[in-house]
C-alpha cells in the first residue's frame, strides 16, 4: 500500500510540475512565438513629402537623398515592405518595435530624431560636405529583427552632403 501511495504521489508530482512548466513557457513574454508572429520585412523604402526618395529591396538600393551642409532634410519616414513589396503597416509591428540605425562617418551625417515625429521618422542632419553610409534596423528589444547592408558595405543607402546653396 506504501508503495502504491508513492508511486501515486511521485506521478502526480511529476505531472504538475510538467504541467506547471509548460503553461509557463507558454507565456508569449518568454518565449518566441511572438517574435514570429509580425510580418517579415524584405526591404524599405524613405518617404519624404510623401514621395519616395530612396528604397532598399532585394540587396539594391534605388534613389538619392542630398543634404546642404548645416541644414537638416524634412521628416523622413521609414516604411517597411513585405516579401510582395507591399508596405507593412505599423499596426503590424507592435510598440516592442523601433528604428535603429548605423551612420558611418558622424561628422558629415547626422540624424535627429525627435519623440513628436514618431518611432519611423528621422531629420537627417548635413554636418560637412561628403558623403556617408547610413544602416537602419527593425529593432525587436535588443536585436535587429532586419536591417539593410552595414553602412562599410558597397551597397549600403549613401546620403550626399552638398555646399549650401546660396
Not at 508530482?13 to 506547471?20: D, G
Not at 514621395?51 to 519616414?77: N, Q, S
Not at 525627435?114 to 531629420?123: K, L, N
Request: net charge negative; with cysteine.
Amino acid at each position: 500500500m506504501e508503495k502504491t501511495s508513492f508511486i501515486t504521489k511521485t506521478i502526480f508530482s511529476l505531472t504538475l510540475a510538467v504541467a506547471i512548466l509548460t503553461t509557463g513557457c507558454g507565456n508569449p513574454a518568454s518565449s518566441d512565438d511572438d517574435h514570429n508572429e509580425h510580418t517579415e520585412p524584405f526591404g524599405l523604402v524613405l518617404v519624404m513629402n510623401g514621395e519616395t526618395v530612396m528604397e532598399y529591396f532585394d540587396g539594391k538600393v534605388t534613389g538619392h537623398l542630398h543634404v546642404e551642409e548645416g541644414g537638416a532634410t524634412p521628416l523622413v519616414t521609414v516604411e517597411f515592405l513585405n516579401k510582395e513589396r507591399e508596405h507593412i503597416h505599423d499596426e503590424d509591428l507592435g510598440d516592442e518595435y523601433n528604428l535603429g540605425w548605423n551612420i558611418e562617418d558622424e561628422s558629415i551625417l547626422g540624424i535627429e530624431q525627435h519623440a513628436e515625429d514618431g518611432r519611423w521618422s528621422f531629420h537627417f542632419q548635413g554636418k560637412s560636405v561628403g558623403e556617408s553610409r547610413v544602416q537602419f534596423q527593425l529593432m525587436h528589444g535588443d536585436h535587429s529583427d532586419f536591417e539593410t547592408p552595414a553602412s562599410n558595405q558597397e551597397n549600403a543607402i549613401e546620403i550626399h552632403v552638398e555646399t549650401q546653396s546660396s
